[in-house]
């Protein structure tokens, strides 16, 4: 599809929600998966004014309640795969919200609205609606990771500064293909699409990702620059290798989580640049590593252009370079407002900096380290020991093909050190304790550890740690970063 085709096409999607009463500053909440109708119905939303709210259209009837609950949008739109569980009688949709669906397999549900329909009888005209730099544009869900999804509130200023800083970081120009193979309903992917509007590139993504069609879905689509997940890069370490990806048109990945597994990419795949980011739903891109710099071990990299970064203390003091503290963030990509809680808003934005609820510290040169959560920091005899730390440690085993590192009630520590590990080859957990014995401290080395197939996951394939924890016993909530 064409940038300008693309253009007449969100301005029909457009017109046709306004024509189901969507109006400035109404929630439409996006239910589907990956597909152009997906980015044609979002782009959509923005231009009527209304407010952007994608949600994964695979959760459970739970979660998916709760956020339609708390966003309240006017119109939901879904596919023909995902419509089920919209209508399912476990999940009480809120009054006056219009169900929409588009996409093959939409004319199969007569009963609902056809959004196909309703485009193919709109004007190509963009709406005239009255848009300023402060008005919402996009409601976002927080992965769960911490308990209840928080709803975070962009502005149409602050999400048009994005772009730039990716374009900058990772040196794209309108030759340059972006591949996404996470959901658009992710930061990560939608990141990508922003991205490559704003550079005039070209952008791909599949419907679904899979590891067996990664290799050849890269080549044909000449992808030059990869936005992905460490995990995803893990899962493709652990295939045969094939002439395809040595062979690979790819100049950059971005890599989010990628730091442990940076030089198996290069290695393997003959990758140059492999950057690593720091970011959240609610801070936006905070760092990237720079193109053609030499890694530093455990480096997130330097804050984008237009982004400051500083260090505080519990009690609010700035601290010097290479001291841990709560990481803060300046930045014009920033969240505007937690939706519907002004006060954690007020928690979490003070004088402008926004408090992250993760700890890190800087070097010299103002590259940020990320050291842990609070939240997941483990207590054990007095010291302060990084899970993060032990789990990049025990991913560079060439046995292991994923890690999760807790604190465990422990009735004279306070805590003891936990590792869960999900095997890709037969290893022992003696066997894992003396490679962790060569690189750590001895007191950051686990005491227990358990295997498992496979760890609870968001669906944005990040670590459920809290339930790990309750099933130790830790019933207490999770902090909010």
Request: charge should be negative; hydrophobic fraction near 40%; aromatic fraction near 6%.
């Amino acid at each position: 599809m064409t940038h300008r085709e693309f253009d007449r096409l969100t301005s029909r999607a457009a017109n046709a929600l306004r024509g189901l009463g969507v109006e400035k500053g109404d929630r439409v909440t996006l239910a589907l998966g990956n597909s152009v109708e997906y980015v044609v119905a979002a782009f959509g939303v923005l231009k009527a004014g209304a407010v952007l709210n994608p949600v994964n259209p695979a959760l459970g009837a739970q979660e998916l309640g709760y956020i339609l609950g708390h966003a309240a949008p006017r119109v939901v739109v879904t596919d023909a795969s995902n419509v089920a569980n919209l209508l399912s009688p476990k999940l009480t949709l809120p009054r006056s919200c219009t169900v929409a669906i588009c996409g093959e397999g939409a004319s199969a549900h007569s009963s609902l609205a056809r959004l196909d329909d309703l485009m193919a009888r709109s004007s190509d005209d963009q709406p005239a609606v009255d848009l300023h730099a402060d008005d919402p544009s996009t409601l976002l869900y927080t992965s769960g990771t911490t308990g209840n999804p928080k709803g975070v509130v962009f502005t149409h200023g602050r999400t048009g500064t994005s772009g730039a800083q990716f374009i900058e970081a990772l040196h794209l120009t309108p030759d340059d293909t972006i591949l996404a193979v996470t959901p658009l309903f992710h930061g990560n992917a939608w990141g990508a699409v922003v991205t490559a509007l704003h550079a005039g590139s070209t952008v791909a993504f599949p419907k679904a990702f899979h590891a067996s069609e990664f290799w050849p879905l890269v080549h044909e689509v000449q992808a030059t620059v990869l936005y992905t997940l460490g995990t995803v890069l893990a899962m493709l370490l652990t295939r045969e290798p094939s002439e395809l990806e040595r062979n690979n048109p790819l100049r950059v990945i971005l890599g989010l989580g990628s730091a442990p597994i940076r030089e198996q990419i290069i290695q393997r795949f003959g990758v140059v640049d492999v950057a690593e980011c720091f970011g959240s739903t609610d801070a936006g891109v905070v760092t990237i590593t720079p193109l053609g710099a030499a890694p530093r071990a455990g480096s997130c990299g330097p804050p984008v252009p237009g982004v400051m970064v500083r260090i505080t203390a519990d009690d609010g003091r700035g601290l010097g370079p290479r001291e841990v503290g709560e990481i803060c963030v300046h930045s014009p990509a920033r969240m505007a407002a937690y939706f519907r809680d002004p006060e954690q808003t007020a928690r979490t934005i003070r004088d402008d900096w926004f408090f992250t609820g993760d700890l890190g510290y800087v070097d010299e040169d103002g590259w940020l380290y990320f050291v842990d959560r609070k939240r997941d920091v483990i207590r054990r005899g007095g010291e302060n020991i990084s899970s993060v730390l032990i789990e990049k440690t025990l991913r560079e085993h060439p046995s292991v093909a994923e890690a999760a590192v807790i604190g465990i009630p422990d009735p004279v520590l306070g805590q003891e050190v936990k590792a869960f590990i999900v095997r890709k080859a037969t290893v022992t957990a003696d066997e894992l304790r003396a490679f962790a014995a060569d690189r750590l401290a001895r007191f950051q080395v686990p005491r227990l550890w358990e295997f498992r197939d496979s760890l609870p996951k968001t669906p944005s394939q990040r670590v459920e740690k809290y339930k790990l924890r309750q099933e130790h016993g830790d019933t207490s909530k999770p902090l909010l970063g």
